[in-house]
């Protein structure tokens, strides 16, 4: 393809510190979370600033409550690699699980993401 001079070129679209986060959450889930929601408050203490995402993620089926439950035991340790960013905090607020007429779990979880500097 020939681009003249002065041609419109393809714009690359930025991706956010929150995509990021989804992406890794995703990975950390084995790709079973459906993500239903994302909050993001801006966070600042005197030293440091970032952010607080909220997430609630759903599991539907045995394979993928299993991922939840794997999921939820390895979050609060795990070593986000995100650009420019340290993951401080990652917590676990709330779980809702069902077995019947199918496994599904709802997993509610908080992550503060500070900017590194």
């Known amino acids: ?39 993001e408050k801006s966070w600042a203490s005197i030293t440091f ?8 993620l759903r599991f539907d089926g045995a394979d993928a409550v299993a991922a939840a ?19 401080a905090d990652a917590t676990i607020c709330a779980v809702d699980h069902t077995m019947l007429p199918e496994p599904h779990m709802i997993v509610d979880l908080e992550l503060l993401m500070l900017e590194e500097s």
């Not at 439950?69 to 993951?87: D, K, N, S």
């Open 49 to 56: 600033a970032g952010a607080r995402h909220s997430w609630r």
């Open 69 to 87: 439950e794997y999921l939820i035991a390895e979050l609060p340790e795990h070593e986000f690699t995100i650009p420019g960013q340290l993951v």
């Open 1 to 39: 393809m020939h681009l003249e001079t002065g041609a419109m070129r393809p714009t690359r679209t930025r991706r956010s510190n929150a995509d990021h986060l989804r992406d890794a959450l995703d990975a950390l889930a084995g790709g079973q979370a459906q993500f239903l929601r994302h909050e």
